[in-house]
T-cell receptor, first 114, second 117 residues
Framework: ETGVTQSPTHLIKTRGQQVTLRCSSQSGHNTVSWYQQALGQGPQFIFQYYREEENGRGNFPPRFSGLQFPNYSSELNVNALELDDSALYLC?????????????FGPGTRLLVL | AQTVTQSQPEMSVQEAETVTLSCTYD???????LFWYKQPPSRQMILVIRQEAYKQQNATENRFSVNFQKAAKSFSLKISDSQLGDAAMYFCAYRGARQGGSEKLVFGKGMKLTVNP
């Protein structure tokens, strides 16, 4: 069984640029959630995708957008990067309510905005 | 809105001893899930244990067990026979079980556990 994978592992961007982060869900999982984890903090929910549809969004501006593909992999896009976007971005996959909602996390992408 | 509070930012324990990490939460929902995740320096968030609110029996996973007090909204994690590999950040997390709702996790701020040899 393949776990959750994310790419890239590290990324450096400058303010105003755009970035795309990728996530492959665990085999058999149909739900992907994205979280932002600032240094020294707990993860904050960005949004969730269930069967290619957005299924909930946290308190993040519209420049944070996402996509889920038919194979349930997902992308997180961030436009007009700001310094405060520097963080660890975590992707988690789950089986939806049928699986009791346990989310399994990938290793994360560390984004640094200069 | 649901909140999760971990009031102890850091703890330390001697190898082979027992340590308890505390967590409280606030919710108006009656059905939900609670989780403890571990995040070592490698950054990957690893599930330690999960508790369904409708179950009165406390969850256990090998050396890890919880004390779930629903009325008090308390969810503590006990680590027995602590090992050096247990050193990590530990996060308590809440997830509502409302049908059709988002399955977002609400995390506490985390607690750093140090295991001394």
């Amino acid at each position: 069984e393949t776990g959750v994978t994310q790419s890239p592992t590290h990324l450096i961007k400058t303010r105003g640029q755009q970035v795309t982060l990728r996530c492959s869900s665990q085999s058999g999982h149909n739900t992907v959630s994205w979280y932002q984890q600032a240094l020294g903090q707990g993860p904050q929910f960005i949004f969730q995708y269930y069967r290619e549809e957005e299924n909930g969004r946290g308190n993040f501006p519209p420049r944070f957008s996402g996509l889920q593909f038919p194979n349930y992999s997902s992308e997180l896009n961030v436009n007009a990067l700001e310094l405060d976007d520097s963080a660890l971005y975590l992707c988690a996959s789950s089986l939806g309510l049928a699986g009791g909602g346990t989310q399994y996390f990938g290793p994360g992408t560390r984004l640094l905005v200069l | 809105a649901q909140t999760v509070t971990q009031s102890q930012p850091e703890m330390s324990v001697q190898e082979a001893e027992t340590v308890t990490l505390s967590c409280t939460y606030d919710t108006s929902e009656s059905d939900y899930y609670l989780f403890w995740y571990k995040q070592p320096p490698s950054r990957q968030m690893i599930l330690v244990i999960r508790q369904e609110a409708y179950k009165q029996q406390n969850a256990t996973e090998n050396r890890f067990s919880v004390n779930f007090q629903k009325a008090a909204k308390s969810f503590s994690l006990k680590i027995s026979d602590s090992q050096l590999g247990d050193a990590a950040m530990y996060f308590c997390a809440y997830r509502g079980a409302r049908q059709g709702g988002s399955e977002k996790l609400v995390f506490g701020k985390g607690m750093k556990l140090t295991v001394n040899p």
